[in-house]
């Protein structure tokens, strides 16, 4: 069996509003990433899959359940500080505007080079500069960028700094939270490629989220799908494609647009029916590693 590197356990996180308003971002939700594994995460805006990923990151602390991460649960307060310094090492997050939170004083080679110094790494390829122009060839840039300053960037260029940065780490666990919604497409399949890439040859543990199933066939060995809090279906790709369960999953595949535009017009869409979601249903195992969120007497 393969080693379990992340095991998110009836995780749960209640966003309070006001003394009488709250929001259940994320309902009882659990799932295990083996090590070496890309595992997609996906659901429209609003599921939850952000507050999964920020949890999963210590950004949140969960209302309740607990994350074990290499058997560490990193939820509780003594143990995250005991293991602290491993934990900010080995795991890296992506977001969607990581760009806007880079440090607009320092150059993109300070940038790249900062979380290296932080954990005292020695540059494999030595310097941190030789390190910077290396992880920047790789998000599809070239070394006239390191004395470059944030402001002088494009958005989409920023945001490759911010996954050159996160990947020089060497990142056992990669959390990438739509990490390519606001590039060009083009760049996006560079960057898919790129993870692809870092997966297969360096061994990255992946967790991606998406918005939409149209990249996580290519790139995912498992997918989650998650709907205002819960996690509806889990099931390896292919099976999850090739033979989708909850009423949910179905819109959300035929939500991928075909290439052709007269196809694309032509299809049918399945629309999901708001008001038939049942949340509490019980996460049934239908068939080996296929779970789908179902009713109990629907058998
Ligand atoms: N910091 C926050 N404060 C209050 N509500 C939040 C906060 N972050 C997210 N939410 C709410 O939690 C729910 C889940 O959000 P999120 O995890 O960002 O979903 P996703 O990433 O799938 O779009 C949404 O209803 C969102 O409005
Ligand atoms: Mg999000």
Same mark, same amino acid.
């Given at each position: 069996?393969?080693?379990?590197?992340?095991?998110?356990?009836?995780?749960?996180?209640?966003?309070?509003?006001?003394?009488?308003?709250?929001?259940?971002?994320?309902? @009882?939700?659990?799932?295990?990433?083996?090590?070496?594994?890309?595992?997609?995460?996906?659901?429209?805006?609003?599921?939850?899959?952000?507050?999964?990923?920020?949890?999963?990151?210590?950004?949140?602390? &969960?209302?309740?359940?607990?994350?074990?991460?290499?058997?560490?649960?990193?939820?509780?307060?003594?143990?995250?500080?005991?293991?602290?310094?491993?934990?900010?090492?080995?795991?890296?997050?992506?977001?969607?505007?990581?760009?806007?939170?880079?440090?607009?004083?320092?150059?993109?080679?300070?940038?790249?080079?900062?979380?290296?110094?932080?954990?005292?790494?020695?540059?494999?390829?030595?310097?941190?500069? %030789?390190?910077?122009?290396?992880?920047?060839?790789? /998000? $599809?840039? @070239?070394?006239?960028?390191?004395?470059?300053?944030?402001? !002088?960037?494009?958005? $989409?260029?920023?945001?490759?700094?911010?996954?050159?940065?996160?990947?020089?780490?060497? &990142?056992?666990?990669?959390?990438?939270?739509?990490? /390519?919604?606001?590039? @060009?497409?083009?760049?996006?399949?560079?960057?898919?490629?790129?993870?692809?890439?870092?997966?297969?040859?360096?061994?990255?543990?992946?967790?991606?989220?998406?918005? @939409?199933?149209?990249?996580?066939?290519?790139?995912?060995?498992?997918?989650?799908?998650?709907?205002?809090?819960?996690?509806?279906?889990?099931? &390896?790709?292919?099976?999850?494609?090739?033979?989708?369960?909850?009423?949910?999953?179905?819109?959300?595949?035929?939500?991928?647009?075909?290439?052709?535009?007269?196809? !694309?017009?032509?299809?049918?869409?399945?629309?999901?029916? !708001?008001?038939?979601?049942?949340?509490?249903?019980?996460?049934?195992?239908? %068939?080996?590693?296929?779970?789908?969120?179902?009713? !109990?007497?629907?058998?």
């Amino acid at each position: 069996m393969s080693e379990i590197l992340l095991d998110v356990q009836h995780l749960s996180h209640m966003f309070r509003l006001s003394k009488h308003a709250a929001i259940q971002a994320v309902d @009882d939700v659990s799932f295990q990433i083996k090590k070496g594994e890309i595992f997609g995460l996906v659901g429209e805006s609003g599921s939850g899959k952000s507050t999964v990923a920020r949890c999963i990151m210590n950004v949140f602390k &969960p209302t309740a359940g607990k994350i074990l991460y290499h058997g560490i649960n990193v939820c509780d307060p003594k143990e995250f500080r005991r293991n602290h310094k491993m934990l900010e090492a080995t795991r890296q997050i992506i977001f969607q505007d990581s760009a806007s939170s880079l440090n607009r004083r320092m150059t993109v080679a300070d940038i790249i080079a900062e979380p290296m110094q932080i954990h005292r790494i020695k540059p494999p390829r030595g310097s941190y500069r %030789a390190e910077g122009a290396f992880q920047l060839y790789y /998000v $599809g840039m @070239d070394d006239s960028y390191l004395d470059k300053y944030p402001a !002088e960037l494009s958005g $989409g260029q920023r945001q490759r700094v911010a996954i050159a940065r996160a990947l020089s780490m060497e &990142p056992e666990l990669l959390v990438a939270d739509e990490p /390519v919604a606001s590039l @060009d497409v083009s760049i996006q399949a560079q960057i898919i490629n790129l993870f692809k890439h870092c997966n297969r040859d360096h061994g990255h543990t992946i967790l991606f989220i998406a918005h @939409d199933l149209s990249m996580v066939e290519y790139l995912c060995d498992r997918v989650g799908v998650m709907y205002r809090g819960k996690l509806v279906e889990l099931a &390896p790709t292919g099976e999850l494609y090739a033979n989708p369960q909850h009423p949910y999953t179905r819109a959300l595949l035929s939500a991928i647009p075909i290439p052709d535009p007269i196809a !694309e017009r032509n299809r049918p869409k399945t629309e999901f029916d !708001e008001l038939s979601f049942d949340k509490d249903g019980v996460f049934t195992e239908m %068939a080996p590693g296929h779970f789908v969120l179902r009713k !109990e007497n629907n058998r």
